[in-house]
Nanobody, 123 residues
Framework: QVQLVESGGGLVQAGGSLRLSCAAS??????MGWFRQAPGKEREFVAA????????YYADSVKGRFTISRDNAKNTVYLQMNSLKAEDTAVYYC??????????????????WGQGTQVTVSS
């Protein structure tokens, strides 16, 4: 199992930026991703990155605005969020895939989840 701790959430005005961090510990993992869940809605995929090669994947709703990256030495994944919109308001969760056998755009492709960090965008 991988232990994940998110940080960096907060309140920001529309058009502003935030950077989320997720520090991992425990088992070795192959990929990490970010998901988000707004009140009354299902959890949805945001972005993912393979740990060794650094290949990135993005949901259409965040392409061109969000950037996922990782620091292998720190076992940390980041989500740089720019040009934030009110509809980006959600609890953001990081996730780790240990075996990398599933689809990284689906929550079923991950083994471990963080506790979540709140992002609120005011319009």
């Amino acid at each position: 199992q991988v232990q994940l701790v998110e940080s960096g959430g907060g309140l920001v005005q529309a058009g502003g930026s935030l950077r989320l961090s997720c520090a991992a510990s425990g088992r070795t993992f192959k990929a990490m991703g970010w998901f988000r869940q707004a009140p009354g809605k299902e959890r949805e995929f945001v972005a993912a990155i393979s740990w060794s090669g650094g290949t990135t994947y993005y949901a259409d709703s965040v392409k061109g605005r969000f950037t996922i990256s990782r620091d292998n030495a720190k076992n940390t994944v980041y989500l740089q969020m720019n040009s934030l919109k009110a509809e980006d308001t959600a609890v953001y969760y990081c996730a780790a895939s240990v075996l990398f056998t599933g689809l990284l755009s689906e929550d079923s492709g991950y083994d471990s989840w963080g506790q979540g960090t709140q992002v609120t965008v005011s319009s």
